[in-house]
């Protein structure tokens, strides 16, 4: 149980930007921000006969678990709702509809409270969940954030006031583009979990896939951006020659080249860009860091480079609320300004503004 009584506001933090329905209390003490609970409520299981999020059905099931979810949270945390000094909320980017349930229960909260709120980036959060998990952030730092919706590489010299985007994909995200193949070799969503699992006993280098973007012409306009539609039309292209051919497909070969491809060139760009702006910490977040060639390169190649790694537990890498709490206490630590009370949700909301 927490102590309610020890030094420190209390941040409440709600994420609704996709379909989990994330709320999370935390304190903010002296040095560190520390977690009190993270509640998660998901709706993928009403989604997967899709095959994708129907933001409609997303929506609804925020709307139907807002409050436990909340109820969960602060009976977890131990505090009442009365012991709550803020609240956080995502403003974007995500889907319209279920950002709206979320900042409506926000602003709902912080009037009946009258406590100060936040609109909070949710790309930022996926960086900053790790101060709760790893401690206080250094000086500088490196972030790539990688999911089914965003793949950016992100420099950090403040979380919430100096966060400058130097590059993101160009077309699919990491995580779409294992949906994408996952679809295209029959098996089911979301698929990047179950390629993941396959690649582990294929072989990496059985076929050379492309490398999007890492041809010396696009050093200039696009050394730290992503592309990978060419990588998965290539998949798509070489499977359909073998079915064409009447040959079986090596699932679990095309699997480990496919994820070897996507793990080179997201680690390859970022560790550059660490090198060029002389940064010796990586924080990798969102979903898709959950991925094992993914997380196995990296330890590599930042052990090679003498860079620290940081990547929070899978449970804070994908959507939660204490992601937005943490932004929400760093915004508090700073003394920065609330949000308005009728701040709008933002469905590209840009990377460089954190709050809105
Ligand atoms: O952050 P997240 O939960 O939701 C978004 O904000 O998009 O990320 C989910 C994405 C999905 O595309 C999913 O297939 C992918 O991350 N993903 C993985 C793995 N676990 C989740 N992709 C590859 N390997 C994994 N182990
Ligand atoms: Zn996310």
Same mark, same amino acid.
């Given at each position: 149980?927490? @102590?309610? !009584?020890?030094?420190?506001?209390?941040?409440? %933090?709600?994420? +609704?930007?996709?379909?989990?329905?994330?709320?999370?209390?935390?304190?903010?003490?002296?040095?560190? +921000?520390?977690?009190?609970?993270?509640?998660?409520?998901?709706?993928?299981?009403?989604?997967?006969?899709?095959?994708?999020?129907?933001?409609?059905?997303?929506?609804?099931? !925020?709307?139907?678990?807002?409050?436990? +979810?909340?109820? !969960?949270?602060?009976?977890?945390?131990?505090?009442?709702? #009365?012991?709550?000094?803020?609240?956080?909320?995502?403003?974007?980017? /995500?889907?319209?509809?279920?950002?709206?349930?979320?900042?409506?229960?926000?602003?709902?909260?912080?009037?009946?409270?009258?406590?100060?709120?936040? %609109?909070?980036?949710?790309?930022?959060?996926? $960086? $900053?969940?790790?101060?709760?998990?790893?401690?206080?952030?250094?000086?500088?730092?490196?972030?790539?954030?990688?999911?089914?919706?965003?793949?950016?590489?992100?420099?950090?010299?403040?979380?919430? #006031?100096?966060? #400058?985007?130097?590059?993101?994909?160009?077309? @699919?995200? *990491?995580?779409?583009?294992?949906?994408?193949?996952?679809?295209?070799?029959?098996?089911?969503?979301? %698929?990047?979990? !179950?390629?993941?699992?396959?690649?582990?006993? =294929? &072989?990496?280098?059985?076929?050379?896939?492309?490398? /999007?973007?890492? $041809?010396?012409? @696009?050093?200039?306009?696009?050394?730290?951006?992503?592309?990978?539609?060419?990588?998965?039309? *290539?998949? $798509?292209?070489?499977?359909?020659?073998?079915?064409?051919?009447?040959?079986?497909?090596?699932?679990?070969?095309?699997?480990?080249?496919?994820?070897?491809?996507?793990? @080179?060139?997201? +680690?390859?760009?970022?560790?550059?860009?660490?090198?060029?702006? =002389?940064?010796? #910490?990586?924080?990798? %977040?969102? /979903?898709?860091?959950?991925?094992?060639?993914?997380? &196995?390169?990296?330890?590599?190649?930042?052990?090679?480079?003498?860079?620290?790694?940081?990547?929070?537990?899978?449970?804070?890498?994908?959507?939660?609320?204490?992601?937005?709490?943490?932004?929400?206490?760093?915004?508090?630590?700073?003394?920065?300004?609330?949000?308005?009370?009728?701040?709008?949700?933002?469905?590209?909301?840009?990377?460089?503004?954190?709050?809105?």
């Amino acid at each position: 149980m927490a @102590d309610v !009584h020890a030094p420190g506001p209390l941040v409440l %933090g709600i994420e +609704t930007s996709c379909d989990e329905t994330g709320v999370a209390v935390v304190r903010v003490g002296p040095d560190a +921000t520390e977690l009190l609970f993270d509640a998660v409520a998901s709706s993928m299981d009403e989604h997967a006969r899709f095959g994708g999020i129907i933001p409609e059905i997303a929506s609804r099931a !925020h709307l139907e678990a807002m409050i436990p +979810t909340v109820q !969960h949270a602060l009976a977890g945390a131990g505090v009442g709702l #009365t012991d709550i000094d803020a609240i956080a909320v995502t403003a974007g980017p /995500g889907l319209v509809g279920p950002l709206t349930v979320g900042s409506a229960a926000a602003k709902a909260l912080a009037v009946a409270l009258d406590v100060p709120l936040y %609109g909070v980036n949710h790309v930022i959060g996926h $960086a $900053a969940v790790d101060e709760l998990v790893h401690g206080p952030f250094p000086e500088r730092l490196m972030a790539l954030v990688v999911s089914g919706g965003h793949s950016s590489l992100l420099l950090v010299d403040d979380i919430v #006031t100096g966060v #400058t985007e130097l590059g993101s994909t160009l077309d @699919d995200a *990491a995580g779409e583009a294992f949906d994408k193949v996952g679809r295209l070799l029959g098996l089911p969503y979301p %698929g990047g979990p !179950h390629i993941d699992r396959l690649a582990r006993e =294929g &072989d990496p280098t059985a076929i050379r896939f492309p490398r /999007g973007l890492t $041809a010396a012409k @696009d050093q200039a306009a696009h050394a730290y951006d992503f592309s990978f539609s060419g990588l998965k039309t *290539a998949v $798509a292209r070489w499977v359909e020659a073998r079915q064409d051919a009447g040959e079986e497909i090596p699932l679990t070969d095309v699997a480990a080249s496919f994820a070897a491809a996507v793990a @080179d060139v997201l +680690t390859a760009k970022t560790i550059a860009a660490c090198r060029r702006n =002389g940064v010796d #910490t990586l924080v990798i %977040g969102g /979903g898709f860091s959950a991925n094992s060639q993914l997380r &196995d390169l990296a330890a590599v190649r930042c052990a090679e480079a003498g860079i620290e790694l940081r990547i929070p537990p899978i449970r804070f890498c994908t959507d939660n609320g204490a992601m937005i709490a943490a932004v929400g206490a760093a915004a508090v630590r700073r003394g920065l300004p609330p949000s308005a009370l009728d701040l709008p949700v933002d469905s590209s909301m840009p990377l460089e503004s954190v709050l809105v």
